[in-house]
């Protein structure tokens, strides 16, 4: 969570997160996994097309030390 909150800081984005906003991900694959974006909603402040969409990517090599060994390799052979 510090990692998406450091990355939407950098964009002058000011929201506030919830453990829950890790369950909206989407992984992206291109011979192997090459990144993982996460979809946070401002819930806050709702437009008429409904909540505002903010994309936090992070690339594979961001993320890989920060998934147990054993998974990661599962997920790089797919």
Same mark, same amino acid.
């Given at each position: 969570?510090?990692?998406?909150? %450091?990355?939407?800081?950098?964009?002058?984005?000011?929201?506030?997160?919830?453990? &829950? +906003?890790?369950? &909206? $991900?989407?992984?992206?694959?291109?011979?192997?996994?090459?990144?993982?974006? $996460? %979809?946070?909603? +401002?819930?806050?402040?709702?437009?008429? %097309?409904?909540?505002?969409?903010?994309?936090?990517? $992070?690339?594979?090599? +961001?993320?890989? @030390?920060?998934?147990?060994? @054993?998974? %990661?390799?599962?997920?790089?052979?797919?």
């Amino acid at each position: 969570m510090k990692k998406i909150k %450091s990355k939407l800081k950098e964009q002058d984005i000011k929201l506030s997160l919830k453990i &829950n +906003d890790l369950l &909206n $991900f989407k992984i992206i694959k291109n011979k192997g996994i090459t990144g993982i974006d $996460f %979809s946070i909603f +401002d819930t806050e402040n709702y437009r008429n %097309s409904g909540y505002e969409e903010y994309i936090v990517h $992070f690339d594979w090599k +961001d993320i890989k @030390s920060h998934i147990l060994p @054993s998974f %990661s390799k599962r997920l790089e052979l797919k």
